[in-house]
């Protein structure tokens, strides 16, 4: 049974770092095949795709936000970190982590976490 | 601007069937990458629905279907239910961006 959960601060200040953490169970991030993905939902809006990091430390990001996105893993933890740099009220958002399948045709998140709410706010 | 562009609402009828559509472009859809469908019920998280344009995962009930065709895809839901409202969201690859997209989601209602 894969689940997966968001960690971090709900809070944070305009220009600040966020980190957030994703924990997960029932698969190993060093199965070859296997990805954890970042994505994030403003209030009220659409799903927003951020960053991916693959069993083979494979990493992709979104392109207009990748000078700000660092994702890193942590295998003997099960742990995905997600870092997004200088921080501004509109990053205000739910953000997800999710299990990544890939299939030929391109893949698809199959088990998503419960999201973490984070406000940015001074 | 979501690269997949779908209708922000559609609405039916108990038992009536409904179909909510996602355009993308050459590079994307066009362009061979699958269409993924998501469901979100207000205050939870997405749960996927068809993956691989037209499959269904473990659960999800055959009333759920999915088609593509050149540079779109469509979500059909049969014998509409009222527990079926919720906001949906197609997901594919576009090769030009190198990324992950998205569409804008369609809020349905069962009226």
């Known amino acids: 049974q894969i689940t997966l959960k968001e960690s971090g601060p709900t809070l944070v200040k305009p220009t600040q770092t966020l980190t957030l953490t994703c924990t997960f169970s029932g698969f190993s991030l060093s199965t070859s095949g296997v990805g954890v993905g970042w994505i994030r939902q403003p209030p009220g809006k659409a799903l927003e795709w951020l960053a991916l990091?693959?069993?083979?430390?494979?990493?992709r990001y979104s392109p207009s936000l990748k000078s700000r996105l660092t994702i890193t893993k942590d295998t003997s933890k099960n742990q995905v970190v997600l870092t997004m740099t200088n921080m501004d009220p509109v990053d205000t958002a739910t953000y997800y982590c999710?299990?990544?399948?890939?299939?030929?045709?391109?893949?698809?998140?199959?088990?998503w976490g419960q999201g973490t709410l984070v406000t940015v706010s001074s | 601007q979501s690269v997949l562009t779908q209708p922000p609402s559609v609405s039916g009828a108990p038992g009536q069937r409904v179909t909510i559509s996602c355009t993308g472009s050459?590079?994307?859809?066009?362009?061979?990458?699958?269409v993924h469908w998501y469901q979100q019920f207000p205050g939870t998280a997405p749960k996927l629905l068809i993956y691989g344009n037209s499959n269904r995962p473990s659960g999800v009930p055959d009333r759920f279907s999915g088609s593509k065709s050149g540079t779109s895809a469509s979500l059909a839901i049969t014998g509409l239910q009222a527990e079926d409202e919720a906001d949906y969201y197609c997901q594919s690859y576009d090769s030009s961006l190198s990324a992950v997209v998205f569409g804008g989601g369609t809020k349905l209602t069962v009226l």
């Open positions: 050459s590079s994307n859809i066009g362009a061979g990458y699958d």
């Open positions: 990091i693959y069993w083979d430390e494979d990493k």
């Open positions: 999710a299990h990544r399948r890939d299939i030929v045709g391109g893949g698809y998140f199959d088990h």
